[in-house]
């Protein structure tokens, strides 16, 4: 049995204190190999490594900061398969997920690679005809990335790739539910010509070694994505020290379909939104809200394409979702559904575990909307259907929610999607799909209590990059001066 150790400073290294934990692949319960359990003393080895490696990185010329990135792109590409199969067992991914994965890694470590040429500044007028005033951007040092266990090679990829496309350094902190593939990860990032330093991952748990990186003084940057709650934790913790902020946190997307939609169709596109990876993303279809009198037709459509969903191996081109990641998550479905059902929810299908972690999904019509499975984020299978009697109310309760993620709106008339669009309180709303969409150049995070900050593309750059104002006094300063502005 494999065991994997930290990755600082381009190697393979034991936890100070030899400590180890297991992998476990969700889907057959088999221990998949051991990550380094690291604490503090790795912490300020990792810290170090790190300010080291942006003295150097931050130092390159941009036109080799954009090959290097390159290079690793190609390099995920090339070592496809040592990624895929870990990606599988140790998330528990269908192998269509996983191979999404893949492509959307090489395809955001190639975007972050063009940006590394757009770190733009400016020029300001100034009323002082002696005066030259410029603001420039500079990364802002070393960046902590504290990914989840959903997506964790697509997710930490993307968290990463344009904090060091801007020049910074980062220190991965990946879910202790998936260590491995993100060790495997820095490995073919060093292969491909990443210097030393530049990405160090530390695994471990959040008390350990998660809150010693927040509060380390040598680092200058968060971005952190996962549920709302540790999030809040992960803001109070960084906020003490003025680190830069970037929170990408739960939901409870809304999903509307309009009457000019087929329902059938429209049924389809939400089961893709509702149950890929079992409901497991931040951005799924979970409150679907159907303009009436449509609500029920729909709602038996949805079940039926639910209940023909394949589960078989991971491995297999047909099977359509996976398992939960571990019991908790199972018993935090449970009861939900039997919030719905105990308030008046008609279950249409599922409902129950299928066996082990893999939970049925689940269609559950006029749901109780003031009970915990309307309120909070499920994460698993279950879709939750209601009708509204108009446009304006389906946005109504589309936006009574503490969190603002993501939203789809099926129709096909575009003029009213664009006008719900408008007034939905989401920080992407998606027209003609499901609400579960991604783009690396796309700025994603939320309203409310779906986040602060936005990931991707020129957005990161932006957000882990500081601004500075330089000013050049091209003439003699005035000594007498009328105002001291």
């Known amino acids: 049995m494999r065991t994997y150790g930290l990755f600082i400073h381009g190697r393979e290294v034991p936890a100070a204190s030899g400590a180890t934990f297991s992998s476990v692949a969700p889907m057959s319960g088999e221990i998949l190999g051991y990550a380094a359990r690291g604490t503090e003393a790795d912490i300020e080895a990792a810290v170090s490594s790190a300010r080291e490696g942006f003295a150097f990185w931050s130092s390159l010329p941009p036109a080799r900061r954009e090959r290097i990135l390159l290079e690793c792109a190609n390099a995920v590409e090339a070592y496809h398969d040592r990624l895929l199969n870990l990606l599988i067992d140790e998330s528990g991914s269908t192998i269509v997920k996983a191979r999404y994965e893949l ?124 549920s709302t709650t540790t999030g809040v934790r992960v803001g109070q913790i960084a906020i003490q020290t003025m680190k830069r902020l970037q929170l990408e946190l739960g939901g409870k997307n809304p999903l509307l379909a309009l009457g000019d939609m087929d329902m059938t169709k429209a049924a389809d596109i939400a089961a893709m939104g509702a149950f890929s990876h079992g409901g497991q993303i931040c951005m799924s279809s979970a409150r679907i809200i159907v303009e009436a009198p449509h609500g029920l037709a729909f709602a038996h459509a949805l079940a039926k394409k639910a209940a023909s969903l394949y589960l078989g191996d991971l491995r297999d081109e047909r099977t359509a979702y996976g398992p939960l990641i571990h019991q908790r998550a199972v018993e935090k479905v449970i009861r939900h559904v039997q919030a719905a059902r105990d308030g008046g929810g008609q279950i249409l299908t599922g409902g129950s575990v299928h066996r082990g972690l893999v939970f049925q999904p689940t269609v559950i019509y006029n749901p109780p909307r003031l009970s915990e499975c309307w309120a909070e984020e499920t994460f698993g299978p279950v879709a939750l259907v209601t009708e509204a009697a108009s446009l304006e109310e389906m946005i109504a309760i589309a936006n009574e929610s503490q969190y603002g993620l993501s939203a789809g709106i099926l129709t096909n008339d575009l003029k009213r999607g664009l006008s719900a669009a408008r007034q939905i309180r989401c920080g992407a709303v998606h027209l003609g799909t499901h609400s579960f969409q991604s783009d690396p150049m796309a700025p994603i995070g939320g309203y409310g209590m779906s986040g602060i900050g936005r990931s991707g593309g020129k957005y990161s750059i932006e957000h882990f990059t500081e601004l500075k104002w330089i000013s050049v006094e091209l003439g003699e300063t005035p000594l007498r001066r009328a105002h001291i502005f």
């Open 103 to 226: 492509l959307y890694t090489a395809s955001v470590l190639r975007a972050a690679a063009g940006e590394v040429r757009r770190l733009y500044g400016d020029t300001l007028p100034n009323e002082k005809t002696h005066r030259l005033s410029m603001v420039i951007r500079e990364p802002v040092g070393v960046v902590v990335v504290i990914s989840p266990f959903n997506a964790p090679l697509a997710l930490l990829a993307k968290m990463a790739a344009f904090p060091l496309g801007a020049g910074n350094a980062v220190i991965a902190k990946p879910s202790e539910e998936t260590p491995l593939i993100a060790v495997e990860f820095a490995k073919v990032l060093h292969e491909a010509g990443l210097p030393d330093g530049v990405f160090n991952v530390v695994t471990g748990f959040g008390s350990e070694c998660g809150e010693p990186l927040l509060k380390h003084p040598g680092v200058n940057g968060v971005a952190f994505t996962g």
